[in-house]
């Protein structure tokens, strides 16, 4: 027990965090309950006993974190993948391998599996094929995630000496339950982090700002803004405004030969005569000679207008 008082503290290398972006982590938990449909359809064909498998979590940590969350005895199949030292595990007890065997042998899964121990040549041979398949599953569900072959490498039955990759290297781990008949087992799918990760891409891509103002502008093309068709506008004393009624008469110095203003955020940026489409009021653009006042505004005026025309 640490004094009172003291906290451990674990070492964070920033460079190899060893945590998961949500939409990295969504891609791949489709990508495993593909798989885990895949894999129950399989087993299936292959034991003769309805079998189902379900994808229950997917994470990303080190080698030895993961070595360490197994049982010290187990069955772990290693999937060499090229250009990679660390291997792909697929990892399940001897004693659930041993039920699938019997049946696959025309059992009738009754007969008692005492302890974990490891495989005869023979079942070594059935649970390869059953591997063989898995993998094809498995490379079909990861699609484009998944670009370097793999193959079968061996198997091993020692968690702590099974040796599949360092003990620091980063492990996409996918947790599953498989039910086969009435028996339940958990599995476990661990992938090099490094032969995943790039085909996800970046989670907060960025842009380089060398052409900010060529982005700036492309954008403003794209910003939905109000527009307005306004006559010309009068200045009048805050009592008239005051006292407005039913009936008055307001004076607007707008010539009636002079088009109607198009405003967007009070700046007129083209002429305008008042038309109709259908049952509804239009405009139809009449000039866009409006100075240099419209200029910071040319891209969204351009715009505006064809969404007029």
């Given amino acids: 027990m640490p004094a009172r008082g003291t906290r451990s503290v674990d070492v ?3 460079r190899r965090p060893t945590t998961l972006a949500r939409e990295h982590t969504r891609v791949l938990e489709l990508a ?3 798989f885990a449909r895949q894999w129950g359809t399989q087993l299936t064909a292959k034991v003769r006993v309805v079998s189902q498998v379900a994808c229950e979590q997917v994470i990303m940590c080190t080698y030895d974190e993961y070595a360490a969350s197994l049982p010290p005895t187990t069955a772990m199949v290693l999937f060499a ?3 990679f030292d660390a291997k792909a595990v697929v990892q399940f007890p001897t004693s659930a391998a041993l039920s699938w065997v019997g049946h696959m042998l025309g059992g009738n899964g009754t007969q008692i ?6 495989f005869t040549l023979i079942e070594q041979a059935l649970l390869r094929r059953l591997m063989e398949d898995a993998l094809e599953d498995l490379r079909y569900s990861l699609g484009s995630l998944l670009v370097t072959p793999i193959s079968v ?3 091993q039955y020692n968690s702590q000496f099974a040796q599949a990759a360092a003990t620091g290297d980063l492990m996409i781990v996918a947790g599953f339950e498989i039910r086969v008949g009435e028996s339940i087992a958990a599995a476990t799918v661990a992938l090099p982090a490094d032969a995943l990760l790039p085909q996800l891409g970046e989670t907060n891509p960025t842009r380089s700002t060398a052409n900010a103002k060529e982005l700036v502008h492309a954008q403003l093309a794209w910003v939905p803004v109000d527009v307005s068709l306004r006559l010309a506008s009068a200045r009048v004393l805050p009592d008239r405004i005051l006292n407005l009624a039913v009936g008055d008469l307001l004076r607007l110095p ?4 002079r088009p109607l203003d198009v405003a967007v955020g009070g700046q007129p940026l083209a002429g305008a005569a008042v038309g109709a489409n259908g049952s509804r009021l239009a405009c139809v653009v009449t000039s866009t000679d409006f100075g240099d006042a419209a200029a910071p505004l040319t891209t969204p005026a351009m715009h505006v207008q064809e969404n007029f025309r």
Wanted: aromatic share 14%.
């Fill in 153 to 155: 490498d061996g198997i």
């Fill in 32 to 34: 495993f309950e593909t």
């Fill in 113 to 118: 599996v005492t302890g974990e121990r490891k």
């Fill in 254 to 257: 707008h010539p009636q030969h």
């Fill in 12 to 14: 964070y290398d920033f």
């Fill in 81 to 83: 993948l090229e250009d």
